[in-house]
Antibody, heavy 121, light 107 residues
Framework: QLQLQESGPGLVNPSETLSLTCTVSGGSISSSLYYWGWIRQPPGKGLEWIGSVFYSGTTYYNPSLKTRVSISLDTSKSQFSLRLSSVTAADTAVYYC?????????????WGHGTLVTVSS | DIQMTQSPSSLSASVGDRVIITCRASQSISRYLNWYQQKPGKAPKLLIYAASSLQSGVPSRFSGSGSGTYFTLTISSLQPEDLASYHCQQSYSTPYTFGQGTKLEIK
C-alpha cells in the first residue's frame, strides 16, 4: 500500500523559506506513470494546487506561486521536496503531498496526512 | 486559469436523503473532473475521477456525471459517515484548480 508522509518545520518566520519533504513508501517514485505534487489548504478555506514534479525532474508550477516555489525529487531517498520562499502569513496552511497520474485524468489518488505550517514571528 | 464554482457552499440533509452537489467550470474541461471527500481534520480522498468513474473502494451510493462545463456529484442515500466537505477539481490544464468546497452536514 502506497504511503506518503510530509515532514518539516511547523513554524516559519515571515520572509524566510518554507521547506517540506514528502517521503514515499510502498511504491516507486521513479515510475513514469505518475507525478508527485503539493497541494495546500489555508485554515477554513479551499484547496490550492502548488505544483508537481515528474520522475525525470520536469516540473509544473501554479503561476500564482511560480516566482517563489521550487519542487525537486530525490529518487535515491524516495522523497520529493517543496521550497517556498519569502513567505507571509498568507502562506499559513496545511500542506499535503499527493500522487497523480501522468496520463489519463490526472486525479490525485494517494495523499499524505498533511502538515500544518504557520508563518509567524 | 480555469475557475471552478461549486454549489451549494453548504447543505444540511437527513440520513437517507438524496444529495446533489454541482460544479461548474469557466470553460470546457471535457471530462477532466475529479471529486474528493474530506472529513474533518483529514486529507482529501478521491471519490470520482473522469467525471463519472468510481474510485476503487468507494461506496456505490456515490456517483458523478457531466461533461464540458457542468458536473454533479450525487449521494443516492445519505449515511452518517458522509459528513464531510466535498471538493471538485479540474485536471484539464494547469494550474489544476479546485472548487471552493461544499460542507455537508447531517440533520
Amino acid at each position: 500500500q502506497l504511503q506518503l508522509q510530509e515532514s518539516g518545520p511547523g513554524l516559519v518566520n515571515p520572509s524566510e523559506t518554507l521547506s517540506l519533504t514528502c517521503t514515499v513508501s510502498g511504491g516507486s517514485i521513479s515510475s513514469s506513470l505518475y507525478y508527485w505534487g503539493w497541494i495546500r489548504q489555508p485554515p477554513g478555506k479551499g484547496l490550492e494546487w502548488i505544483g508537481s514534479v515528474f520522475y525525470s525532474g520536469t516540473t509544473y508550477y501554479n503561476p500564482s506561486l511560480k516566482t517563489r516555489v521550487s519542487i525537486s525529487l530525490d529518487t535515491s531517498k524516495s522523497q520529493f521536496s517543496l521550497r517556498l520562499s519569502s513567505v507571509t502569513a498568507a502562506d499559513t496552511a496545511v500542506y499535503y503531498c499527493a500522487r497523480h497520474s501522468s496520463s489519463g485524468y490526472r486525479d490525485c489518488d494517494y495523499w499524505g496526512h498533511g502538515t500544518l505550517v504557520t508563518v509567524s514571528s | 486559469d480555469i475557475q471552478m464554482t461549486q454549489s451549494p457552499s453548504s447543505l444540511s440533509a437527513s440520513v437517507g436523503d438524496r444529495v446533489i452537489i454541482t460544479c461548474r467550470a469557466s470553460q470546457s474541461i471535457s471530462r477532466y473532473l475529479n471529486w474528493y471527500q474530506q472529513k474533518p481534520g483529514k486529507a482529501p480522498k478521491l471519490l470520482i475521477y473522469a467525471a463519472s468513474s468510481l474510485q476503487s473502494g468507494v461506496p456505490s451510493r456515490f456517483s458523478g456525471s457531466g461533461s464540458g462545463t457542468y458536473f454533479t456529484l450525487t449521494i443516492s442515500s445519505l449515511q452518517p459517515e458522509d459528513l464531510a466537505s466535498y471538493h471538485c477539481q479540474q485536471s484539464y490544464s494547469t494550474p489544476y484548480t479546485f472548487g471552493q468546497g461544499t460542507k455537508l452536514e447531517i440533520k
